[in-house]
């Protein structure tokens, strides 16, 4: 008798859905100025782009791309789907004149991305409405990081934040669930230290019970590097990674953690709109002593900041995404491929931005920890990047 196999099930995520078509009433109204000063309806400025241009990986972080979803029979978007350099760069520069001053590249893993180079060269020669060059970084894993720091800042990039979960072999290996060694992505950190791509920032999510102990270690090995380590509170993004609130580490108590050991005294945001909550190391008198590295803290579960954020996603497959939450894009790759002109596009962006309200960390307590996002099924972390 022959075994019969279980019909395998992909779960439901947002990128399967047909992309948000443009109203009408978006595609017609009249255009306003492109000239850097789009604000949404809650009066938040864009300014920040991140660009997907993979959505695969060659980790397997479970709180991102967890194994037993994404395996060898994960439907991946196919090369036709992915908008090329030369779309991305279009709507990259659109984007700027919109408002756009600095664009980081995401995925998946987005060293994966076959000649990135030339996209970052394209990217790098873009100027803001008043002819300043843009902040363009990449968030990465760091497994290819010592094999193409040189040619990255060579092509234009002007730094790199490095994804690092812990210093501990074993508990690395075990984070990225596919037995990449730490030393690898510590070479990949000093390579890119070495060809100028700071200042440099280091993530690392905390999962409670799994790597919380590596916290201090990671302090200590970074307090005088000129390394800026950030600490990310572990967020439900996507719908296949099981989250549970218990597994969340509030960044106080990191920060609570460090203090005890390392006393730290807070430090004034740097620019309106950022992310992460600023700490520097203390002086035997408690003031700041500059010499040490920073922390950041990204409290997106404690402590929403949706109130300042200014940040556009644009997916792999050209869809643009106005929340890290959301669970529909809007399709401008259709627009690209339709022959749409310049200024029809340039209008179009400007009023999906004008509408947009969204604000979901604000809301989660109210939606319930464990609900999606705005029509419920969310998109993954590793289709529109962190
Ligand atoms: N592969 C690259 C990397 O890991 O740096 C870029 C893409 S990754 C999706 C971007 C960032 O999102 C990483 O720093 C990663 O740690 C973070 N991330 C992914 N899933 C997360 C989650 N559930 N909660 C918090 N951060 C998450
Ligand atoms: Fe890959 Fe980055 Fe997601 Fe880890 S967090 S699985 S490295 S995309
Ligand atoms: Fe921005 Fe959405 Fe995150 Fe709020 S939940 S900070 S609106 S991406």
Redesign the pocket.
Known sequence: MTERSTPRIIPVVGHREAGLALPQSLRNAQSPAAAGLLTDARGRPLRDLRISVTDR?NFR?S??MPKATFDKDYPYLPHASLLSFEEITRLARLFVQHGVQKIRL?????LLRKNIEVLIEQLSGLRTPAGLPLDLTL???GSLLARKACALKAAGLKRVTV?LDGLDDAVFRTMNDVDFPVADVLAGLDAAQAAGLGPIKV?M?VKRGTNDHEILPMARHFKNSGVVLRF?E??D?GVT?G?RMQEVMPSAEVIARIHNEMPLVPLEAAAPGETAQRWGYADARGNHDATGSEIGVISSVTQAFCGDCNRARLSTEGRLYLCLFASQGYDLKTLLRGAESDASISDALARIWQQRSDRYSELRSTLGADAGGPGGRRIE??YI??
């Open positions: 990986c972080c709180y991102c995401t995925g998946g893993e987005p968030t990465t894993n994804s993530n999510v990310i572990y967020m993004v990674n989250w972390m590793s990047g962190g």
